[in-house]
């Protein structure tokens, strides 16, 4: 429900970790809109659980495994 689309959940962790930005990894629709909500960019985990099929949910980058997320993130930044 709601409590997984808020976006003070991530605004805290931000805040939390001293940062100034960061992008969500998630499996889940419930973690798209919580990054959504936040206004962050949003990593799908093709190998979590899922809530609907990983192409039927939009995130910014789909990865299958961790090994891939900073070359992401990079790309992630460089389009930004």
């Known amino acids: ?3 997984h689309t808020r976006r003070d959940m991530l605004d805290e962790a931000l805040r939390r970790c001293g940062g100034t930005r960061f992008a969500m990894v998630g499996d889940s629709r419930f973690d798209i809109r919580a990054a959504r909500a936040a206004e ?3 990593v799908l985990l093709t190998a979590g659980y899922h809530d609907a099929p990983p192409e039927h949910l939009v995130a910014d980058a789909l990865i ?3 090994d891939e997320l900073m070359a ?5 930044r460089a389009a930004r």
Do not use: D, M, R, S
């Open 1 to 3: 429900g709601e409590k």
């Open 40 to 42: 962050v960019p949003v």
């Open 64 to 66: 299958a495994g961790f």
């Open 72 to 76: 992401t993130l990079e790309n992630l």
